[in-house]
């Protein structure tokens, strides 16, 4: 029986399925961005922005949309939040913008976004989609964060900007440079599989 | 039955579409003044950046190129500013260069690489840029490449410093008949 | 970003240098998710080949135009999905009345391209690198083949790896990762190709 709100939806962004440890989507802006703390904090907001206001809608209008025509409404939906996203980061922070660069406005074929709009908010009630499409945007962001402590932290000696390592530390630049992304999260996995194995026993 | 079903389908397509279409276009009209004003104060800071004495930046297109001539506060054409393209290691770098009325460089700012990090990228220091000030064309090679250049590379980029010298040092000699009045 | 005349050199930059999949992490999704078959993978390398020139194409005609003249640029994202979208639609249609031997073959990766942000990630660095219509013809061509290529040697490795003594927490998806981080090294190498 669905519950009017339940908070489940939520965490279980957070964690228990959390989208990219556990769905495996969204790898593209994931490791594209990740060298770099501020600019994942960025496309975290972005993302999560996208991802909650078009479960909203969708959700909103899930009743009057016919089934064949479910996924070109849907993606037309996203797209029109992505491209208000793309232009407000360009007014309010150009440096974000440019760095983000193409993968702004690739948040609409983000298997995330339109994963969560068919599986979910065209299914359920508002407030539900509006916790799920958070949960699992903050699951994100929290993944991409953590992976460009690492990679920043280490690769270049800063996070944010700021040295985090003594004067005489070299920067271990390979987790900067595209292989380092890949390295990063395929041992994540391997963690999170490590710990999922734990709890079993 | 089912052609009823398509319409309707394709009627909530263009319906939704339409709204979204409007929307946009709102959103647009909204940012764009923004988006415009912060570029021209990007250009503008690093054409001050240059010439610090420049008080007005004149965009003037001669043929394909473009530069700004800059005016200092007495209304005198203090030198000029061009943007140009260089090959380097990992494509083309876009850089800015201040050239000032005795044909010397007044200083270098590089807009976009793609050169490695911690290597190639070294040239957007000012540790490297900053030899260029008040060097002339003559002067304007690699140390390791003529005797007569004064500019040190990068230790393990020197593809990429080689591509900062040659990319200005083409540009001048191009311009080296058209004389700043 | 790439305005050299010389078009070889625009097709080699997207095929090795700047490899859409290992550098520049476009297309990641479908590329972890097929490549444990080669078979797969070379259906899927085809697929991407022939959708991503046929809608870059079209999205960089669109855009010039039909966008730019009238000054809709930010209708940008929308247009060039829905063209996507709809191109691959028409081309399942087209190839399953006329191909169907292709179709066998081809046939179930050409909608899942759709949401592939490699094709729509193309198209746009196409417009801004400010290419020009045959500029842009190239680089999708290129980009495409260093996808398929990319992926085969994907597959290649994964099918080896699958007989190979791995630590349990290692198995399947991280192995996976760690092996695309070895092949964006090698393809790193690449970078000072410019030069010859």
Known sequence: MKRLIDFKNFTKGIWKENPVLYLMLGLCPLLAISGSVSDSIGMGIAFTFVLVCSNIIISLIRRFVPAHVRIPVFIVIIATFVTITDYSVAAFSPQLHKNLGVFLPLIVVNCIVLGRAEAFASKNNVINSFLDGLGMGIGFTIIIVFMAVIREGIGNGTIMGRPVFPENYKPFLFMILPPGAFLVIGFLIALKNTIKGRRKC | MKRKEIIGGIIVLFLVTSLCGFLLAEVYKATSPKIEKQKRLEEEKLNKEIFPEGEKFEKVKKGDVEYFVVYDKKKRKIGRI???????????????????????????????????????????????????????????????????????????????????????????????????? | MLNEQNLFLIFLSAFLVNNILLIKFLGLCSFFGISSDIKASVGMGLAVIFVMVMACSVSWVVYHYILAPFHLEFLRTLTFILTIASLVQFEEIFIRKKAPALYKSLGIYLPLITTNCAILGVAFLGIDYKLTFIQNLLYSFGASCGYCLSILLFAGIREKLSTAPIPENLKGIPIAFITASLMSLAFLGFKGLFKL
């Open chain 2, 82 to 181: 061009y943007t140009i393209k260089s090959l380097g290691y990992g494509g083309y770098i876009y850089l800015k260069v201040g050239i000032d009325n005795n044909f010397k460089i007044k200083g270098v700012k590089i807009l976009q690489h793609n050169e490695t990090p911690g290597l190639g990228a070294k040239i957007t220091e000012d540790k490297f840029l900053n030899q260029f000030k008040n060097i002339g064309i003559e002067n304007l090679y690699l140390k390791k490449d003529n005797p007569k250049g004064k500019i040190d590379s990068i230790t393990g980029a020197t593809i990429s410093s080689r591509a900062v010298v040659n990319g200005i040092r083409k540009l001048m000699e191009k311009i080296k008949n058209e004389k700043i009045d």
